[in-house]
T-cell receptor, first 117, second 110 residues
Framework: GAVVSQHPSWVICKSGTSVKIECRSL??????MFWYRQFPKQSLMLMAT?????????EQGVEKDKFLINHASLTLSTLTVTSAHPEDSSFYIC?????????????FGSGTRLTVV | DAKTTQPNSMESNEEEPVHLPCNHS???????IHWYRQLPSQGPEYVIH???SNVNNRMASLAIAEDRKSSTLILHRATLRDAAVYYC???????????FGTGTLLAVQP
């Protein structure tokens, strides 16, 4: 149980276009989801906290107009990278806190490898 | 957010126990200690978490110091599939967000 499904697993896009990444909680309701990015050989960096039905909270230094987050339902959060550029190429990972399941803690999606050419 | 300190890397031999240390001297009374691991090109995977008492599950054991300023993740018999980056993270406060440090890269030799 407590599975987070993330799609797509990889995407290649042209510079200047937008890309949407979806994160779904399959068997639980996620009122809060988190979005991370990870560059090669580095740790995960928290980008934003996504709350169902309200605006996301962005970490310092993360451009909210570039990384649009929508959390319209208890099972779906999306991250849209707008006007992507090569420096946005990274591994993006979503996560949800599994409340009511003390043995699970937080569960993560499998990640999306974004390459901007 | 309270900070954790881990060795950058460790090595182990297959089928031997592995003890991965983590220091968290600024931990607060309500902070949970979480351990996650990440295999290459995958999202992190939950390993174990605890508050004060030692914890055991099918994957590992978590030994928490009496003063809670350090903890140790114990893999009882390392396998090649345990080669990963292991992150020790503290959670607490209103947002309960996970802030990742640099973690420990565990190499397992056959």
């Amino acid at each position: 149980g407590a599975v987070v499904s993330q799609h797509p697993s990889w995407v290649i896009c042209k510079s200047g276009t937008s890309v949407k990444i979806e994160c779904r909680s399959l068997d639980f309701q996620a009122t809060t989801m988190f979005w991370y990015r990870q560059f090669p050989k580095q740790s995960l960096m928290l980008m934003a906290t996504s709350n169902e039905g309200s605006k996301a909270t962005y970490e310092q230094g993360v451009e909210k107009d570039k990384f649009l987050i929508n959390h319209a339902s208890l099972t779906l959060s999306t991250l849209t990278v707008t006007s992507a550029h090569p420096e946005d190429s990274s591994f993006y990972i979503c996560s949800a806190r599994v409340t009511g399941h003390p043995n699970y803690g937080y569960t993560f999606g499998s990640g999306t490898r974004l390459t901007v050419v | 957010d309270a900070k954790t300190t881990q060795p950058n890397s460790m090595e182990s031999n297959e089928e031997e126990p592995v003890h991965l240390p983590c220091n968290h001297s600024t931990i607060s009374g309500t902070d949970y200690i979480h351990w996650y691991r990440q295999l290459p090109s995958q999202g992190p995977e939950y390993v174990i978490h605890g508050l004060t008492s030692n914890v055991n599950n099918r994957m590992a054991s978590l030994a928490i110091a009496e003063d809670r300023k350090s903890s140790t993740l114990i893999l009882h018999r390392a396998t090649l599939r345990d080669a990963a980056v292991y992150y020790c993270i503290l959670t607490g406060g209103a947002t309960n967000k996970l802030i990742f440090g640099t973690g420990t890269l565990l190499a397992v030799q056959p």
